[in-house]
């Protein structure tokens, strides 16, 4: 099992507690919230994907080479 930090939910979950703080310090307004939490769990989805994307590539070349684990 991987650590906690490593999973996509931590950081949907720490950017929807990010957003709601934001938005009982009034720094967000409260008809915006959805919309800024909906952009912020869009934007550590697509950086998961990325991620992903790059460690598998990662992972493929280093097997083709002979440095896989």
Not at 4 to 30: D, M, Q
């Amino acid at each position: 099992m991987k650590p906690g930090y490593k999973t996509t939910e931590f950081y949907v979950t720490i950017g929807t507690v990010l957003v709601s703080l934001a938005g009982v310090l009034g720094v967000i307004a409260p008809e915006d919230q959805n919309a800024v939490a909906e952009a912020v769990k869009q934007a550590v989805l697509g950086l998961a994907a990325t991620i992903t994307a790059v460690v598998y590539i990662w992972g493929r070349t280093m097997a083709k080479i002979g440095n896989g684990k």
